[in-house]
């Protein structure tokens, strides 16, 4: 089934900000829920947002409503998350994972997990 990549992370001054993308691997995203989730040091790993593939719906997290856009771009299989206005406590490892429920933002329920990507903001 498919499988996901992570790339775009990087070093980021606050204020700054960054493309993620997630590329489909070994399959399609034409089936599933594609979602970003973020996990600090020491802390658990929370749910950034969504986006349905056929669809387009998406959700957001409330502490990155407004700054963060989850896009997807069928052509190349990928999905995106543009972060704007960043912050320090955006800080983590970004990671990609599919689902095949729908309006779903539970970890849990997500599978297909790629390896991640750093985004570290500095302040």
């Known amino acids: 089934q498919v499988q996901t990549v992570e790339s775009g992370g990087g070093l980021v001054p606050a204020g700054g900000s960054l493309r993620l993308s997630c590329a489909a691997s070994g399959g399609t995203f034409s089936r599933y829920t594609v979602g970003w989730f973020r996990q600090a040091p020491g802390k658990e790993r929370e749910f950034v947002a969504i986006?349905?593939?056929?669809?387009?719906?998406?959700y957001y997290a409330d502490s990155v409503k407004g700054r963060f856009t989850i896009s997807r771009d069928s052509a190349k299989d990928t999905v995106y998350l543009q972060m704007n206005s960043l912050k320090y406590e955006d800080t983590a490892v970004y990671y990609c994972a599919t689902t095949t429920r729908v309006a779903e933002v539970a970890a849990r329920f997500f599978g297909s997990w790629g390896q991640g990507t750093q985004v570290t903001v500095s302040s």
């Open positions: 986006i349905s593939w056929s669809g387009g719906r998406t």
